[in-house]
């Protein structure tokens, strides 16, 4: 009943851009704060980015900070990470999480998560 689903992963040469989505559904998004995450194998899963249910307020991580952007449309129930000047270490699964409290999701621990998406960034 509850999903997020993730796309628009792929393979990209470094310098190159690509933008993803997470689509949700079985519950009331538009009340939802969600965030993207990323983790490489053999890496701890990292915060990325992550978006109020308003989409008044949003926060990065220092490493993608100028180059990503994230957005959502509510009508659509779907948020987007915009990826710009990719690097080989932007490498990793990237997850989306939802959760009615934006400190939770930041913290990893929101109520809902995706599959991931695979993004390699070659050299």
């Known amino acids: 009943e509850v999903q997020l689903v993730e796309s628009g992963g792929g393979l990209v040469q470094a310098g190159g851009s690509l933008r993803l989505s997470c689509t949700a559904s079985?519950?009331?998004?538009?009340?939802?704060?969600v965030g993207w995450f990323r983790q490489a194998p053999g890496k701890e899963r990292e915060g990325v980015s992550v978006i109020s249910s308003n989409d008044q307020i949003t926060y990065y991580a220092d490493a993608v900070k100028g180059r990503f952007t994230i957005s959502r449309d509510n009508v659509k129930n779907t948020v987007y990470l915009q990826m710009n000047s990719l690097e080989p270490e932007d490498t990793a699964v990237y997850y989306c999480?939802?959760?009615?409290?934006?400190?939770?999701?930041?913290?990893?621990?929101?109520?809902?998560w995706g599959q991931g998406t695979q993004v390699t960034v070659s050299s």
């Open positions: 999480s939802a959760d009615s409290k934006l400190l939770k999701v930041w913290e990893s621990l929101g109520d809902y």
């Open positions: 079985g519950f009331s998004f538009d009340g939802y704060a």
